[in-house]
């Protein structure tokens, strides 16, 4: 960034939602790049039981973002509530299914998350719970046994593609 910085010149704001890059090194400026920055109230929903595989994502994804751009649930009717409410403008929902008993709740709620990008993380490597997983239609699944950095990552990206859209 810091070369980019040397070579180019911030030009300014436009409509307070994008900025402007302007080629400085050139005798006549020209743009480089526009990028315009979507207004997202809340990035995410989150949610995972406040135990130990639960305190070990959240830790994991607290990065991501700020505290205020996250909606975070430890009780699965919680989370079920808040996914019967409209969830436009969110990038994605994680769901850590801890046990089986949650995951089947998880399947049984299906039909909440249809048209909301998931990332699933399963209770077991069973053939049949990623199976059922992936009736789920998720963007992405990862395993409660893991160090959840596959999902840190996954996640980053999703966040940062749904910020900014090159025009």
């Known amino acids: 960034m810091l070369s980019i910085l040397t070579d ?9 939602t994008g900025i402007l890059i302007v ?12 990028t315009v920055l979507r207004n997202i109230m809340m990035n995410f929903l989150l949610y995972a ?7 070990r994502l959240r830790e ?9 751009d996250m909606e975070s649930f430890g009780r699965i009717d919680n989370l079920f509530q808040r996914l019967r409410q409209p969830v436009n403008g ?3 929902a994680i ?11 998880i399947l049984e709620a299906g039909d909440l998350l249809e048209g909301l990008r998931t990332i699933i993380i399963v209770p077991d490597r069973n053939s049949e719970t990623i199976s059922a997983a992936l009736k789920l239609h998720p963007r992405y699944m990862s395993y ?3 160090d959840f950095l596959d999902v840190s990552m996954v996640a980053g990206r999703m966040l940062q593609k749904s ?3 090159p025009v």
């Open 90 to 92: 969110f990038a994605l």
């Open 95 to 105: 769901i850590l299914a801890g046990s089986r008993s949650e995951f089947e709740k």
């Open 23 to 34: 080629d400085s090194v050139c005798s006549v400026p020209r743009i480089i790049e526009v």
């Open 8 to 16: 180019f010149t911030f030009f300014g704001v436009l409509n307070a």
């Open 60 to 68: 994991r994804i607290q990065s991501l973002t700020p505290d205020h």
């Open 144 to 146: 409660a046994d893991g």
């Open 163 to 165: 910020r900014s859209v």
């Open 49 to 55: 039981r406040k135990n130990e595989t639960g305190l």
